[in-house]
């Protein structure tokens, strides 16, 4: 059985930093693209970042460009967001999906995502 799990939300301060994981198991992680996407309480869901798990191409929102990073360690079928310069606005509910290797763009629309976590909280605060 697929399975994504996230873990490492938590609350902070503006201008700090968290790194959320998402560990995969029950399927092959080479074979998919990783997405972080988002949702705020009254908002839609947005996608924030993304990465190929075979050749580690990424792709980021604007809102989002020069303070997240993401990244994955395959031998541990993991993907990392690094979320630094943290904004209130940046506060909701985050979650990873995995996907087919052709969505390269996180504008790719999130039904294309097969698998999904139940999500990590992030709160910032002012």
């Known amino acids: 059985e697929a399975q994504l799990v996230e873990s490492g939300g938590g609350l902070v301060q503006a201008g700090g930093s968290l790194t959320l994981s998402c560990v995969a198991s029950g399927f092959t992680f080479d074979d998919y693209a990783i997405g972080w996407f988002r949702q705020a309480p009254g908002k839609e869901r947005e996608g924030v970042s993304c990465i190929s798990a075979i050749d580690r191409d990424t792709d980021y929102a604007d809102s989002v460009k020069g303070r997240f990073t993401i990244s994955s360690d395959n031998a541990k079928n993991t993907v990392y967001l690094q979320m630094n310069s943290l904004k209130p606005e940046d506060t909701a509910l985050y979650y990873c999906?995995?996907?087919?290797?052709?969505?390269?763009?996180?504008?790719?629309?999130?039904?294309?995502?097969?698998?999904w976590g139940q999500g990590t909280q992030v709160t910032v605060s002012s």
């Open positions: 999906a995995a996907g087919p290797l052709q969505l390269t763009h996180i504008s790719d629309p999130a039904y294309k995502y097969d698998y």
